[in-house]
């Protein structure tokens, strides 16, 4: 089983659409999670934290469940320009931040 | 926050040649860095961890003696691909994480191509 697990995608969804990624991991050693998003060949960038109160920003809602060892990013009123890969990144203190393999949004006119 | 610089962005040059990339954190001191490796519609790979002062942690399957890792100070660490082939040809990024931090924040990359 891989330590960080995404949904394959590809998601396609019209603007406006309310669209949600799941992520799980296995180390329930795990302390920090975060959301980054990776548009083509560009660098990944931080989209949020998540803790486990859950968290929002904007239009993007992040919950975190340690019990299940599940994180989900919710994005609402999708926008063209929300178009990316998402990524959920897990990591245990003092080791490295693993990536989940990414799930890619398309937002379509 | 956090600005990490990543030199060149891209890459060309002839088989058997190498070539470095560069990685420095220009608003905080980094001990650690990591570098990734990206295929095309692939998820990063993460190829190293590099640490100030001392040898570089390779990830099962890294060539050491290929990719050449040195982190000579606390905001600079560099990468270098010998006698690449086009097989090497890939996305190569570098992350730092602020001491203290949680964050991890990444260069603009580098794409190389080998011909």
């Known amino acids: 089983r891989k330590e960080v697990e995404q949904d394959p995608g590809p998601f396609n969804v019209p603007e406006g659409a309310t669209v949600a990624f799941n992520c799980t991991y296995s180390?329930?050693?795990?302390?920090?999670f975060f959301w980054y998003r990776q548009d083509c060949r560009k660098e990944p960038k931080l989209l949020m934290s998540?803790?486990?109160s859950g968290n929002e920003d904007g239009r993007f809602t992040a919950q975190l469940n340690r019990a299940s060892q599940y994180i989900s990013l919710l994005i609402r009123d999708s926008k063209l320009s929300d178009s990316a890969t998402y990524l959920c990144v897990v990591n245990v203190y003092g080791q490295n931040f693993v990536f989940g393999p990414g799930t890619r949004l398309s937002v379509l006119p | 926050g956090a600005v990490v610089s990543q030199h060149p962005s891209r890459v060309i040059c002839k088989s058997g040649t190498s070539v470095k990339i560069e990685c420095r954190s220009l608003?905080?001191?980094?001990?650690?860095m990591f570098w990734y490796r990206q295929f095309p519609k692939q998820s990063l790979m993460l190829m190293a961890t590099s640490n100030e002062g001392s040898k570089a942690t390779y990830e099962q399957g890294v060539e050491k003696d290929k990719f050449l890792i040195n982190h000579a100070s606390l905001t600079l660490s560099t990468l270098t691909v010998t006698s690449a082939h086009p097989e090497d040809s890939s996305f190569y990024i570098c992350s730092a994480k602020p001491g203290g931090g949680e964050k991890l924040f990444f260069g603009s990359g580098t794409q190389l191509s080998v011909l």
């Open positions: 180390n329930s050693a795990s302390q920090s």
């Open positions: 608003d905080f001191q980094a001990t650690t």
């Open positions: 998540v803790y486990s």
